[in-house]
T-cell receptor, first 112, second 114 residues
């Protein structure tokens, strides 16, 4: 069993829909990352969070440390949001002492 | 916010040649940088940890003589793929550590070896 599980694996939505991608992890973490990978491969760091909630534009990330669960929400989705979204858990302790455990990604397609 | 760049963003090289990929932290100093590779439809895999002023630490199964890492300054780490072969074709991504817990990713470099 992967230590970081994402769901769903694939998601198709209509433009304007509210989207939620979930990430559950079984390891103790110092921080959780949400990354966006475009079809061409380029990676964008969306959020890094260790508690609570962060918002950037139409994107919202939440984390529940007790339940070991994080969600990425996209409001008013747009075709340009189509990408693979990756959740990565940073192990406890200073990040320089360890690496990230990556989920397998959620492929999002937003149809116009 | 913290920005990490990679150069080049894509490169095509002939089998047997060497290719250097640069990873730069643009607005912060990074004592530690990580190098990952990603095969198609797979997740990122850590290759090595690059520490400024010391030798890189390689993950099991990664050949250190093939993937040379140099972290010459607090803002630059380079990955050189030596004597590249088609099986080295992949997407290479770096990340840079800011402070104790924050890690920022570069956009990646696509390497194709013909």
């Amino acid at each position: 069993k992967n230590e970081v599980e994402q769901s769903p694996q694939n998601l198709t939505a209509q433009e304007g829909e509210f989207i939620t991608i979930n990430c559950s992890y079984s390891v103790g973490i110092s921080a959780l990352h949400w990354l966006q990978q475009h079809p061409g491969g380029g990676i964008v760091s969306l959020f890094m969070l260790s508690s609570g909630k962060k918002k950037h534009g139409r994107l919202i990330a939440t984390i529940n440390i007790q339940e070991k669960h994080s969600s990425l929400h996209i409001t008013a989705s747009h075709p340009r949001d189509s990408a693979v979204y990756i959740c990565a858990a940073g192990s406890l302790g200073e990040v320089s002492q360890g690496n990230l455990i990556f989920g397998k990604g959620t492929k999002l397609s937003v149809k116009p | 916010g913290a920005v990490v760049s990679q150069h080049p963003s894509w490169v095509i090289c002939k089998s047997g040649t060497s290719v250097k990929i640069e990873c730069r932290s643009l607005d912060f100093q990074a004592t530690t940088m990580f190098w990952y590779r990603q095969f198609p439809k797979q997740s990122l895999m850590l290759m090595a940890t690059s520490n400024e002023g010391s030798k890189a630490t390689y993950e099991q199964g990664v050949e250190k003589d093939k993937f040379l890492i140099n972290h010459a300054s607090l803002t630059l780490s380079t990955l050189t793929v030596t004597s590249a072969h088609p099986e080295d074709s992949s997407f290479y991504i770096c990340s840079a550590v800011y402070g104790a817990y924050e890690q920022y990713f570069g956009p990646g470099t696509r390497l194709t070896v013909t």
